[in-house]
């Protein structure tokens, strides 16, 4: 067990020399954890939301307890802001980006596995506001990998039982999240269907007609902390499977929760970002005008809606990504850092799903045969 607890803290020593140069930040004096007792590296440690010295086990506060508050939306859309003293470094294979300090590094990336990461010319975007720190640990996260592959229904059976699991990179990674108030006015038409039944030569027969009607109104919504994710390297299917992630709780952005983690910066503008979270908006909004009325067919609905009180944070969210190594081919997960829900891949055994899809056939063809018998 002791020889197991000394590995660990030597693979988070490693990885925290590189997470330590991440998001470097002139307006604070600390861009690294020293340990005023031994003066060694310390990281963030999700399990008692304190830094740990991995060389003499101290424990140390965070001394932070605000919590981020919005933006005018306005300060984004025009923000021209940028770090100085920062760098971004892209994965050649994935595309995944980081901002980094610019010292000398040799790593993988998170994301891929792969080591082909070189410096770009581009300069780093916004300093996040807000920061929501880990909760779950890497142990706790192995654990949730290795409990949900083997849960899987088509995995094979080789890949359950010689399970492999990569290195496990915590990774905070940016999003911005929405809030506004809307008023909106409508008018559209709706069909509803209508069965009438009469007899024709002595048999009782149902006619179906539509019914149109005209509708219109006002519909009021208010948004509060609509999650628009502001990279790419992160399937948008994937972080809504293991949403939500506890943005208005969000602390202020402090280096010390990165220590021992990666950071991913975004590649999407903040317009881009307003734009995908207003269409989330405009849909939900219909969605809403929709649930008033009785009907079967929409034909047609026209809604004008102005945004007011229109606010924003930048903030980065805890993710664990692994990988799964299979006949040498890697099948990449995600964990919410925070509440522990996971999503992914798995290799599938194309064994069992035709096994799967005979078998329903027979069911199928057994239960027509049992009626035709009847």
């Known amino acids: 067990m002791e020889n197991e607890v000394k590995e660990t803290n030597a693979e988070q020593a490693q990885e925290q020399d ?41 424990y140390f506060e965070v001394d932070n307890h605000t919590i981020v508050e919005e933006r005018d939306l306005g300060e984004l859309l025009k923000s021209g802001n940028v770090w100085e003293d ?76 010689s399970l492999k699991l990569d290195k496990i990179h915590g990774i905070y990674n940016p999003v911005f999240t929405f809030d506004a108030l809307t008023k909106s006015s409508y008018n559209g038409t709706l069909g509803k269907y209508i069965t009438r039944y009469r007899y024709e030569h002595g048999k009782r027969v149902a006619h179906t007609e539509t019914r149109y009607f005209r509708i219109s109104g006002f519909q009021d919504v208010t948004f509060d902390d609509l999650l628009v994710q502001a990279s790419n390297s992160i399937p948008s299917d994937i972080i809504k499977d293991i949403e939500p992630f506890p943005t208005k709780k969000a602390l202020e952005y402090r280096t010390d929760y990165l220590r021992g ?3 991913n910066t975004y ?31 929409k034909v047609a609905l026209h809604v004008n809606t102005a945004f007011l009180n229109e606010q924003y944070k930048y903030v980065l969210v805890p993710i664990y990504v692994g990988h799964y190594n299979y006949k040498n081919k890697l099948y990449n997960f995600y964990i919410n850092g925070y509440n522990g829900k996971i999503g992914g891949k798995t290799p599938i055994s194309a064994l069992k799903v035709t096994f799967t899809v005979i078998l329903s056939l027979l069911l199928v063809a057994g239960i027509i045969l049992l009626f035709m018998y009847l």
């Not at 310390?42 to 003499?56: E, G, I, N, R, W």
């Not at 300069?123 to 880990?134: A, H, S």
Request: aromatic share 10%.
């Open 86 to 161: 920062a760098e971004v470094y892209q994965c050649k294979s994935c595309g995944a980006k980081e901002i980094l300090d610019g010292q000398e590094i040799s790593m993988k990336c998170p994301f891929c596995g792969t080591s082909n990461i070189v410096k770009t010319e581009e300069l780093p975007g916004l300093k996040p506001q807000g920061i929501t720190p880990f909760k779950i640990d890497r142990a706790q996260a192995k654990n949730i990998a290795t409990t949900w592959a083997k849960k899987k229904k088509y995995a094979p059976r080789d890949f359950k039982r």
């Open 267 to 297: 590649n999407k503008s903040g317009q881009e970002c307003w734009d995908e979270c207003k269409a989330a908006m405009n849909n939900s909004i219909e969605r809403q005008i929709l649930k008033r009325y009785d009907y079967d067919v």
């Open 18 to 58: 590189v997470s330590s140069k991440l998001y470097s930040d002139d307006n604070l004096e600390v861009t690294t954890f020293k340990c005023a007792n031994c003066g060694g590296e310390a990281v963030f440690d999700p399990s008692t939301q304190k830094m740990h010295c991995l060389y003499c086990g101290s």
């Open 261 to 263: 983690y990666f950071a």
